[in-house]
Structures are given as C-alpha cells and as structure tokens.
C-alpha cells in the first residue's frame, strides 16, 4: 500500500499544534568517537567539600534509580530517594530475565563498541539519538566490570570467566546473564551499593511513598510532593535537582508484563509541568510470553527471548489444525520465522517476531485457548543439548511455565503470544539526560534517550545502569556545580501550588463516589489501547481511540468509586490516580501514533508497510523525535520535532532476512 | 469452583484485627490465588466495604513484595511465592485461611500488609560488597570457578519476601541473613569484608527481634526460591571464625 506525499505530511491541527522545532544541544560536536570524553571533560565539577551542600531527590530505585543514588551518595551529595514499594530491592528491574548487553567482545565473534552502536540504532529502526547510543555501547563495558565488582554473580564458564550467549537481533555473542536473573541480580548488586549509603548517611531512603508532582520555582525542578503509602499524610520535599527513574508506561494497556504498580504517574505530573514527552507511541510488544487464561487476568507474563536461541517457533500449517502438538508431523508444521527469515530465524528482533504471531493468528493458525498462541519448541534442543543443559540454562522459566499453565514445556511446547512489554517513548531529555524542565533529569526506561522506536535485547539493562552508574553523575554535578540553589521552603508559591494540587486531587477522586471500580476502567483502557494503539495501527482506529479515551476520561471522573479515606494505606486511591494519568497518556499515544504517518521499529501503521508486509519507514518525513508538550487540560498538545541525523549510520531499511 | 476464605482483617497497626468470612461462587482453576482475591476486592468495593490490603507487584514469582499464610502455611500450600499460587491446587468446597506473615519483627500495617524494613536494615549493616562506581578492575581479571559461582548464585536468588521468617517456630530470620553471607562470602569479590558482614548483619538481625536458629529447617522448607539450609551452616562457621579473631 502507497500512501501519497502530501497526505503523509498533513498535521492533524484540529487535534494537536505545531510548535518550535528543539534540538539537543549538549552533545559536543566532535565525532561520535569523542563526544561522551569531550562533555566529560567539559562538564563542570563540584569540589568534593562542596557536595555535602547539594541534595539531589531521586524517584524510583530501579536499575536507573538505584545506581545513581548509590553513586551520587557515595561521590558525597545528599541523596533523597523514594520508591513506591516496601523495599528498593522491589523495582520491576528486577523480573528482567535474559541478559545485558556489553561490548566486550570475549568472544573474540566480531564484537566491538561500534557494532553494539550500530546494532543498537539500526535495531532501533533509525529513530534513536546516534550520541546517545554510542555512549550507551561506550560505558557497557564498564558496566559488567562495576557489576562484577559488587558480587553479581553472573554465569561462568568451567576456566572461571564470564559466560555470553546471543539474543534477538545481532548476530554476536555479548550478553553477559545470571541464568533467567540476571535483572535480579544486577538490582540487588545496585540496591546492595544503595543501602550501603543509607547505612553511611549519605542517603535516605524513603519507602512506600509515591510522587505526585513535581515542584517547578522561578523555572527550574526544586522538588517534589510525595504521599505516604501507609499514613496518606502529603510531604513536600526540596532539593538542588530532581531526577526521575521511574520506568516505563506499560500498564497502559492494562495487561503488561510490568509489576502491578508501575505507573506513569511521577512522568506524566513532571509532563504536565512542561516537561516534553518524546515519541510516546513507542511501545513494544514482546514476542514470548505466556498467552492470556481468562478475564480475570490481571498481568502478562514473560518468558525471556533468551529462549529463542534454542527454542524453534511453529503454527501448523493449516488453519484450524486444533491436534495436539504432538500429532502434528514435521511437514505440516510451518516453522513461520525461520522460512521468513532464513538468516536471523528465530532470533529476529521483537517487533518482527511479534508481528509475525499475531499474523499467523489472524490466519486462524494460532493454537491454545482463542487461537491467540504460537509453540516454542524445545524438541530439537533437548534432542541435540540434553535435558540437563537445556535445564541448566532455562530451568527457573520452564518452571515459571509450568506453575502457571499447569503443562510441562519438558514434554509439551510451550504456548507463547505477544505483550506489551517494554515503552521506548518517555519524557524527552538531551544528551545530559535533562529535560525540558531545568534541573529535572530522567533516566532508564523513564527517558525515551536510547532505543528508538524499538528496543533490542538485554539493552534495558544496560541502559539504567549506564545512566545511573555512568552518565548521571558526570552530567548532573555539570549542573549542581551552579548550586547550590536560593532555598525554598513551603511558603513558596511553586510549593504551595503543587501540594494544593495533590490534595485536590485526591479529595476530587474520594468525593465521586461512582458506581464503577477503578480496575474496571483500567481494563477498558487496556482495550481500547491494545485494540487500536497496539501491534497494527491504522488512522481510523487511532483517530475511534482518542474519541473513546476522552468519553471514558469524562466517564471516569463521574463515575469512579474510590473507598476508603486519604490518611490510611489505600491502595484503591493509589490506583485511581494512576488511572487518570493513564487515561491522560493513552491520548497522547494515540495522538503520536496517529501523527506518525510511517511504520518504525514498534510502531506499525498498517497504511505503510512493504510489499512484503515489512514495517516502511518514510525518512525524509518523519526522521525525528516527536516531542510533546502538554497543552493544558482540554488544550491542544503541541509537537516539537527534534530532527534526528546520522552522520555514522546510514538509514537503511531494516532486513533480518 | 466454590470457595470460602476467611481473612484477616485489621484496620491499622494498633487495631486488634480478626478473621472475615468471604463466599466465592466463581473462581476459576486457572485464576491466581492473588486474581481470586482481586475479584474478591471489586466485589467488595462495589458493595461499598473496604477491599482487602494485600501486598503484590511482579506477580510473577521475583520482586518478592507478595506473602500471605495460606492454610497455616508460608505462600500456601506448593512450594512458591504467593503470586504464583494458582487455584488449581485447591478444590471445589476448600475454606480458605489467608493471614498476614506472623513476626514481632514484621509488623501489620494493615490487613495481610505488613513491615519488612528489618530486611533492609539487615542489609545495611554488611549485605554489600563495598565497590565505590568507577574503581573496578577488568571483570575476567578475576576468574571464579564455576563452581562457586553457581552456588554464590543460587544463594543470591533469595527474593527477601520473609517466608522464612513466617514458617519458623522461633521467627529466626536466619535463612535470609546466611543467603547474603553465602552469596558474598563465596566470591573473591566479599572477601575483605567476610569477617565484618556477618558481624554486622547478625548483630542487627538480632537487633532487629528476630528469634534465634535451631536448625528446624522450616524455612528452607517454605523459601520459594529453595535457598538451602546449609547457607546457615557457612554463617555459623563465618560466624565463630570472626568471633575468633576479634573482629567486633
């Protein structure tokens, strides 16, 4: 399908306006090679007697999270962080299975920085920052040594080195894993370095609390406005800077592979504050995990893609073939990725394989309940491997299957099917990892910096750990070396304002007194979401969505009942504030998707695709970033591009054939 | 399925809390045990009673922030965290007992909700490996047989939910604290600070209230990762082996 020229540039004016084009401008203009040395060496430093002075606020302990706290508190600056579990050690970093990614080349395979780079944008469909992601492949060697250092435990081999094995999308052995933990292991290594600043007094942690807004004075981010969790009671919180760690937006769609608290909340206040959101259509959906059981499902779960490496993906051949995988004969399976892909096969990256599912779904050879499953067979594995090995590598995940379908992957093939999994999009940042707000610094999934429109394997690992171990905090001293900032206390009007508009808030949610639950309309923004902002998106569909979003935002706010009271842990409060700000995003997402007339990386629009049924790009139209800023509620957003340029890579079409 | 649970229900801290009595009339083999309860939860909201405060985040087995009694057991009745339980291990007329985790030293906030900032503190008085970010050495400079590795590993997959804790007779939460010293103690990496962690995090853990070990083994019994009883062994050997030197 061919759409023309002219339509694919038209902006949609009667739902967003055009702004200002923006650009990063941090990154020095050297080549790729030198810029991360160059702004290190640029960057100014903060005297180590003068760091005790400076207090950085952080939210969210994940990988990201986590690291920096740990690294900041240990360089000396006061560190307040707060995560919305009972414990650090909780952050969803922690259900990351497979791997992370570094350039170590111990495989002697090829490997190099430069090919991680280019692996890195070329997976990401050419719609990621090339200074950023040479970076990103700069410090992962760095990474695994810090981690190594603090006692992960990652595989090894018999001589005592670090084991590799490959993932989806390159062709090289550098993924460093800790058998299906290895997101576990490196977050316990970062909570560990955490805790030991708690224990030193150079930070403080703050459980079961939840950030509610962002706190802007005279334009620059000076703190937050958090909840406790347990007492409701509304604090407010000051710092020289503010950095969110926060995590992805995935439960957006209600079923997701995040942990049932992972909210775009502390995102969307900071949006809404002037924060940009950049690329938010950017979703992934990952192609193994365990197919949905019923309607009372209340999350997706993965199985690592580390298991395509030995696993080997089928449907029959026929549609509507409903015999038992095992009465299936080899000619009339149709191992679909390795006929279509003859030279990645199985390991293509994920939006390919997951696209490819739901194709062979739609042509009604799916298998399992609702025809919405494809097998991942360990046949041939176990055949060529041995039980013992193919055990030793992916026993706890096998288990995992095993608990809860009730079947064994040893005997029977595991059934698999698409979920969302992972958001590429998130508060727009520069290559200080700032954003739009000054002072206000977000990292890990919580940025859109690294992965483009899609990201590869074992490469969200890497990207927290880098940010927070490695990049913050050169970045952030380069600005705390300005500080410290005037103090502010909570007479300050920026103050007042931001706790005014919690406690209204929530005072809002607990007087509706509706007839329907929270979950109730979190699942049907799921639906709507994954029915027409999901794995195929067409422009009718986007522009049915947006309309349906804003009825049920307008439904929401009448209609939700949220029990209980705010001076009490409440957990159905804490919900239906998440909600709205999902209902809020969802829009948004839409309003991206709709405006991005091409399909890129996790993004597909139906009306630009391939002869072949590929994802087509349209470089000359859309090679930017769209960045959006908030428009006021019932205002227009407004999109500012940031053109993307490649002085390195050359766009390519992407083919894993 | 039908089903009945009875579950406790205490409005804060200083609230005496008691058992409730809830029929289920439609759950599904293939639900949760944690999805029963969240269908539970909409009902009762819809009927204007508080829902049920119980702590989840994964649900898929690894953060560790789930727990409950089920039955008078640690995570119910297999041997996995609560978010893993599904309904197919009960049956058709089962009544249900679902408490919080029984310990002095992890107290109810609300409901099955209750405080596990001990496990944290424990961690905080030596559970590391003191690596400042930008000072370590080349990561193969350091080859550890795998051998090590593999059981540094196996201890170190300890999720911190506090199952141990709530299975043992004696509320001892010696099982997590020796995982840490087992997983750090066995690498090249935690050797400088062998003597002092396990000083440190014993003296907090009993600190903390938490009773001492007799070697019941009721928490390994109850881990749902399986971290085995013989961590506590190597505690106790790091343990006299620091006494004895004097290292307080």
Partial sequence: MTVNTQARTDEFTDIYDLGEPIADTRAPDVDVRQRWETRRFEAKLVNPANRRKLKVIIVGTGLAGASAAATLGEAGYHVTSFCYQDSPRRAHSIAAQGGINAAKNYRNDGDSIYRLFYDTVKGGDFRSRESNVYRLAQVSVEIIDQCVAQGVPFAREYGGLLDNRSFGGVQVSRTFYARGQTGQQLLIGAYQALERQVAAGTVINHTRHEMLEVIVADDRARGVIVRDMVTGEIETHFADAVVLATGGYGNVFFLSTNAMGCNVTANWRAHRKGAYFGNPCYTQIHPTCIPVSGDYQSKLTLMSESLRNDGRIWVPKKAGDDRPASQIPEDERDYYLERQYPSFGNLVPRDIASRAAKYVCDEGRGVGPGGLGVYLDFADAITRLGRDTVEAKYGNLFDMYAQITGENPYETPMRIYPAVHYTMGGLWVDYDLQSSITGLFVTGEANFSDHGANRLGASALMQGLADGYFVLPYTLANYLADGPYEPIDETHPAAVEAKQQVTDRIEKLLSINGTRTVDSFHRELGTIMWEYCGMARTEGGLLKAIELIRELRTEFWRNVKVTGVNEDLNQTLERAGRVADFIDLGELMCIDALHRRESCGGHFRVESQTEDGEALRHDDDFAYVAAWEFGGDGGKPVLHKEALIYQNVEMKQRSYK | ?248
């Avoid at chain 2, 969240?38 to 829902?51: A, H, S």
């Fill in chain 2, 1 to 248: 399925m039908k089903i009945t649970v009875r579950v406790w229900r205490q409005a804060n801290p200083s609230d005496e809390g008691k058992m409730v009595g809830y029929d289920l009339d439609d759950v599904s083999e293939h639900m949760s045990f944690l999805e029963m309860l969240d269908v539970l939860n909409e009902r009762l909201t819809l009927e204007g009673e508080e829902p049920i405060a119980f702590d989840s985040d994964c649900r898929e087995g690894i953060c560790g922030m789930c727990g409950l009694v089920i039955n008078g057991l640690a995570h119910g009745p297999e041997r996995t965290t609560t978010c893993q339980l599904h309904m197919r291990s009960f049956k058709d007329g089962d009544v249900i007992d679902i408490e919080p985790w029984r310990s002095s030293s992890f107290p109810v906030v609300k409901d099955l909700v209750v405080d596990r900032g001990a496990f944290d503190r424990i961690i905080q008085a030596g559970g590391y490996i003191s690596a400042p970010t930008g000072s370590a050495p080349e990561a193969n400079n350091l080859p550890v047989p795998k051998e090590n590795a593999d059981h540094a590993f196996e201890a170190a997959t300890c999720i911190g939910c506090g199952a141990c804790v709530a299975a043992c007779p004696n509320g001892s939460a010696m099982l997590f604290t020796a995982a840490k010293i087992t997983h750090l103690g066995l690498l090249p990496q935690g050797q400088p600070e062998r003597a002092s962690r396990v000083l440190g995090m014993v003296e907090q853990h009993d600190h903390e209230g938490f009773g001492n070990c007799t070697n019941i083994g009721e928490c390994t019994a109850a881990c749902p990762k399986g971290i085995p009883l013989d961590t506590i062994s190597r505690l106790n050997r790091d343990l006299l082996g620091a006494l004895a030197k004097g290292k307080a």
